[in-house]
C-alpha cells in the first residue's frame, strides 16, 4: 500500500510541466526571501527537491532562484533543516552554471560538509576536488573554534579520495593517518553526555555518564569500537566510528604507498617486518611513521571487532552489526597484511580460529568469504592448510544457502574474482562445480555474467563430459531444487519415505521413494562423480516436467544456450581427438534426452548443431572413426523433424568429410554405406503417398540429402547413375499435388532448383570429382575453402553452360 502510494507520488513530480515548475519556483523564492524562513518554507523545498530528484531528465531553475538558494545556505541564522534542503537542491541541478560558492572561508564545520558536498556533486574537475579536500584536511589539522566538530568532515574526506585520490598530497596523508591512528585506538570508554532540552525543569546538575557496554551487555573492559555501545556517544567515539567506516578506502588508497624520504628505499623487507614486530612489542606505536602506525592501530581494532563478534547479543540489530563488522574487519586484515606481511602469522592464527568458531552457524556464511579470501591471498606465506576452509566453503554453503540471493551473488562474485587463483591452488574449486551451479540454476538470469567468466576455469579434460551433461540438465536441477525446498519444509511426519513399489505420481513422492533417491541425489550432488547416471536420469526428468512451466526453471532455461556456446568454445582450445569424439557421439545422445520445454529444446539443438559443424572442422577424421553413430543417426527418419538443425549438419559432415582427402582409412564401402543409408532417407521423405498426409520436412534437410548423395557419388563414381536418377525425377516430386499443398512455391523452387545444379554438375564426372573430392595436396588450400565457401555460384555457373535452352528443368 506504501509502495503504491510513492510510486504515485513519484509519478505526479515526474510529470510537472516546465511552466508549471516555474510558477513553483516563483513562490519557494518567495518564501525564501522572507525575514526568517520557517515551516511553510521547508515544504515548498521538499517538494521542489522531489520533483528535480525524481525527473528522469535535467530540469533547469531560474537563475535568481539559484542565487537565492545559495545564499540561504550560507545564512547563519537560517535554519538548520533549511540549509539542508537548499544544498539537497543544489546537488541535484549539478552541474550549475551559476554557482559562485567556496568552502576557503568557512568555519563551521557543518555548513563546510553542507557547501563541499554541493562542490563536489558538480563533476570530477580534480582542481575542484583537490581544492576541497585541502580544506577539509586544514580543518582536521588545525584546532576547531568552540562548539565545531570533525565528524561532519570526514564523509566529505571519503568523498574526496573516492573522486580523486590524487587530491592530498604525501604530508596531508600522513597527518590524516596520525589522526584516524587516535581516532581508533584512543576514544572515550565511557557515554556522552545527553544534551540538555532547556525546559525549566532541566536539571543542570546531569548525573555522571556510565561506562559504554559490549553487546550482551556486559562492561566494556577494552578499548571503544563501532560494537561498544551506550546511550549517547562521546566526539571521539563518533569520529571513531566514523574512521572505521572509511578505513577500507583510505588503506586501499594510501596504506601502500610509503614516504618518500631519502633512507625509504634502503630499507629491506625484512627491515619493515622486524621493525613492525619490535614495534608492537617494546617500542612505542607513537614512534613509527603515521602509516605504518595507523596500520598498527587497525589490526588492533579490526582484533577487538573479532573478539566482539563471539559475544550473544541481546538485540538483532546488534547481532546483525556484529556479523557486518566481522567481515569488514577480516576484509581489512587481508589489506593490512598485503601491505605490510609482518602481520600475515598473526592474522592467519587469528582467523583460523575465527574460521572454526563460525563455520558452523549459516548466519555467518557471508563471513566466511573474506576468510576464505585472505587465505587465498596469504596461505602459502602463512604456511597453513588451507584446504579444510575451501572444501567447507564450496561443499557446505551452496548445498545448504543457494536460495539466498544475496549470498549467492557474493559467492558467485568471489569466485569470479577469484577463478584463476582458486583454479591453481586448490583441486576443490573444480570438483565443486555441480554445487556452483546450484546459484546460477536456482538465480539466473542474474548471475549469467559471472558464470560466463567462470565457467573456462572449471573446465578440463576431467570435467568438461560432466559439465557438458550438467549445462543440459541445468533446468532440471532448478526444478530438483524446487522440489527440496518444499520436501524439507513439510512436516516430518509427511516426509518419510514412499512405498518403493508404488508408482509416484507426483515430485513430492519420487522425492521420498527409494528407487529415485539416487537418481536425486546425482543431481543434488556437491562435487564431480566419475559415474554415469543418465540413463536413469530420463524417468526423473520426466516426472520433473511438471514444474517445466516454472517462472524459476524456465529463466534457468534461457542461460543454457550462452553457456553451451562458452562451452565449446573453451573446450576447442584443449580437446584431444578423444575428447572430441566422445562430445560428438554425446550430441548425437542428448539431442532427444532433454528437458521438456520447447523453446528450451529448439535453442539447444540450434547451438548443438552450429558446435558439431565446429567439431567435425577441427577434426574431420571423426566421420570415418564415428561412421557407426552417424550412420544411426541420419538414418532414422523421424530425427528430420524432432532435431532438423542436428539431423542437417550430420549429413553435412558426412558429405563433406567422408573422402580419402581428409582421412586415409576412409574406402569406398564406407562411403557405399553412406550413401546407401542417405539414399534410403531421401526416398522415404519424397516418396509421395497420395493416399496419406505428407509430413512436412524442412527444405533445407532436402537439398543437404541431395548434396551430400552427389558428394559420396563424386568419390564412387558408379554410384553416379544411381543419384542422378533420383535428381531427375525432383520435378514430379515438388510437382505433385501432395507436395505443393505442404510447401510454398519458394521452397519448392529451392528444391527444384538445387536438384538442377547438382544433376547438372554430374555430367561432367570430372569436374564433379574435383570440386566435391580435392585431392590431398588441395583440400587444404585457399582455392580449395573459397570454392567450398561459393558452392552455390559454382553450380549455378555450370548449369548455365550446360542448359540447351532457358527454363530446361529434369522431369
Known amino acids: 500500500m506504501g509502495t503504491a502510494a510513492a510510486e504515485n507520488f513519484l509519478k505526479q513530480a515526474r510529470e510537472v510541466q516546465e511552466d508549471e515548475l516555474s510558477r513553483f519556483a516563483a513562490r519557494v523564492a518567495a518564501q525564501l526571501q522572507g525575514p526568517e524562513p520557517g515551516a511553510e518554507a521547508a515544504d515548498c523545498l521538499q517538494r521542489l527537491h522531489l520533483v528535480l530528484a525524481a525527473s528522469k531528465s535535467p530540469r533547469q531553475l531560474d537563475a535568481q532562484l539559484v542565487e537565492l538558494l545559495q545564499t540561504v545556505l550560507c545564512s547563519p541564522k537560517c535554519p538548520e533543516q533549511i540549509q539542508l534542503l537548499c544544498a539537497a537542491i543544489l546537488r541535484e541541478m549539478a552541474p550549475c552554471d551559476g554557482l559562485r560558492l567556496s568552502c576557503h572561508r568557512i568555519q563551521n564545520t557543518k555548513l563546510l560538509s553542507l557547501v563541499s558536498s554541493v562542490l563536489l556533486a558538480q563533476g570530477e574537475e580534480k582542481a575542484a576536488v583537490s581544492a ?17 566538530s570533525s565528524r561532519y568532515l570526514l564523509p566529505v574526506l571519503s568523498n574526496v579520495i573516492s573522486l580523486s585520490p590524487e587530491a592530498l598530497t604525501e604530508e596531508q596523508i600522513n597527518v590524516v593517518s596520525k589522526k584516524m591512528a587516535d581516532w581508533l585506538r584512543y576514544a572515550s570508554t565511557q557515554q556522552g553526555v545527553a544534551q540538555p532540552s532547556g525546559g525549566f525543569f532541566s536539571n543542570p546538575r546531569t548525573r555522571q555518564p556510565g561506562p559504554v ?40 588508497c594510501y596504506g601502500g604507498k610509503e614516504m618518500n624520504t631519502p633512507n625509504s628505499g634502503d630499507k629491506s623487507e625484512v627491515d619493515r617486518s622486524v621493525m613492525s614486530v619490535v614495534s608492537t612489542s617494546s617500542m612505542s606505536s607513537r614512534l613509527l611513521p603515521p602509516k605504518e602506525r595507523l596500520r598498527e592501530k587497525a589490526f588492533e581494532y579490526c582484533q577487538r571487532l573479532i573478539e566482539q563478534s563471539n559475544r550473544q547479543a541481546l538485540k538483532k540489530a546488534d547481532g546483525d552489526l556484529q556479523k557486518a563488522c566481522l567481515i569488514e574487519a577480516v576484509t581489512i586484515m587481508d589489506i593490512i597484511c598485503k601491505q605490510d606481511s609482518s602481520y600475515v602469522y598473526r592474522a592467519a592464527s587469528f582467523l583460523k580460529i575465527l574460521h572454526g568458531r563460525i563455520s ?41 544457502l543457494f536460495h ?62 560432466e559439465i557438458f551433461h550438467l549445462l543440459l540438465d541445468l533446468p532440471c536441477l532448478t526444478a530438483a531444487l524446487d522440489v527440496q525446498m518444499r520436501s524439507s519444509s513439510l512436516p516430518s511426519a509427511e516426509r518419510a519415505a514412499c512405498d518403493p513399489a508404488v508408482k509416484p505420481a507426483a515430485c513430492l513422492e519420487a522425492f521420498r521413494n527409494p528407487l529415485y533417491r539416487s537418481t536425486f541425489q546425482y ?29 524459476r526453471v524456465m529463466q534457468c532455461a534461457d542461460t543454457v544456450p550462452v553457456l553451451l556456446e562458452l562451452f565449446f568454445s573453451v573446450v576447442a582450445e584443449f580437446a584431444d581427438a578423444s575428447l572430441i569424439n566422445q562430445l560428438v557421439v554425446l550430441v548425437l545422445q542428448r539431442s532427444d534426452q532433454l528437458y521438456e520445454i520447447p523453446a528450451f529444446k529448439d535453442d539447444v539443438h540450434r547451438v548443438l548443431s552450429s558446435q558439431l ?4 572442422k577441427l577434426r574431420p577424421a571423426l566421420v570415418v572413426e564415428l561412421s557407426k553413430e552417424l550412420l544411426e543417426f541420419s538414418g532414422t527418419v523421424s530425427n528430420i523433424q524432432n532435431k532438423e538443425p542436428i539431423f542437417t549438419q550430420v549429413v553435412w ?24 543409408s542417405l539414399e534410403a532417407v531421401l526416398f522415404e521423405v519424397t516418396q509421395i503417398r497420395p493416399q496419406a498426409s505428407v509430413p512436412s520436412y524442412a527444405p533445407r534437410a532436402i537439398t543437404v540429402l541431395m548434396t551430400a548423395l552427389t558428394k559420396l557419388a563424386a568419390r564412387s563414381q558408379d554410384l553416379i547413375p544411381r543419384v542422378s536418377l533420383f535428381l531427375s525425377k525432383m520435378r514430379t516430386f515438388v510437382q505433385s499435388p501432395a507436395v505443393t499443398s505442404v510447401y510454398c512455391e519458394e521452397d519448392r523452387e529451392e528444391i527444384l532448383i538445387r536438384a538442377t545444379e547438382l544433376m547438372n554438375l554430374l555430367k561432367m564426372p570430372s569436374v564433379a570429382q574435383f570440386v566435391f573430392t580435392p585431392s590431398v595436396d588441395v583440400a587444404h588450400t585457399r582455392f580449395q575453402k573459397e570454392v567450398n565457401d561459393t558452392l552455390p555460384s559454382a553450380l549455378r555457373i555450370v548449369t548455365r553452360l550446360l542448359e540447351p535452352a532457358p527454363g530446361f528443368v529434369p522431369g
Request: charged letters at 20%.
Open 404 to 465: 539466498n540471493s544475496s549470498l549467492a551473488f557474493e559467492f558467485v562474485l568471489f569466485c569470479k574474482d577469484n577463478s584463476r587463483l582458486l583454479s591453481e591452488t586448490s583441486s576443490i574449486f573444480r570438483r565443486s562445480f555441480p554445487n556452483l551451479f546450484k546459484f546460477l540454476a536456482w538465480n539466473s538470469p542474474p548471475l549469467i555474467a559471472e558464470f560466463v567468466d567462470i565457467l573456462p576455469f572449471l573446465l578440463d579434460a576431467g570435467t568438461a563430459i
Open 653 to 676: 559432415a558426412i558429405g563433406e568429410y567422408m573422402s580419402v582427402s581428409y582421412d586415409k582409412r576412409c574406402t569406398v564401402e564406407q562411403i557405399n554405406r553412406f550413401f546407401e
Open 613 to 616: 559443424v565446429m567439431l567435425c
Open 360 to 400: 558452523g552457524d549459516a548466519t555467518y556464511a557471508r563471513a566466511l568469504l573474506p576468510i576464505a579470501q585472505f587465505f587465498l591471498n596469504h596461505g602459502e606465506m602463512a604456511a597453513v592448510d588451507s584446504d579444510a576452509i575451501y572444501k567447507h566453503l564450496f561443499t557446505d554453503i551452496p548445498a545448504q
Open 523 to 551: 543431481l543434488l550432488r556437491v562435487e564431480s562423480v566419475s559415474e554415469d547416471f543418465q540413463e536413469r536420469l530420463i524417468p526423473l526428468r520426466q516426472l520433473l516436467g511438471s514444474l517445466a512451466s516454472s517462472g
Open 132 to 148: 576541497v579536500g585541502q580544506r577539509i584536511v586544514k580543518a582536521l589539522e588545525g584546532r576547531l573554534p568552540e562548539g565545531q
Open 213 to 252: 557496554t559490549e553487546v550482551d551487555g556486559a562492561i566494556a573492559t577494552d578499548f571503544f569500537t563501532v560494537l561498544s555501545l551506550g546511550q549517547h556517544y562521546t566526539e571521539d567515539q563518533w569520529l571513531n566510528m566514523q574512521t572505521f567506516s572509511m578505513l577500507r578506502k583510505w588503506l586501499l
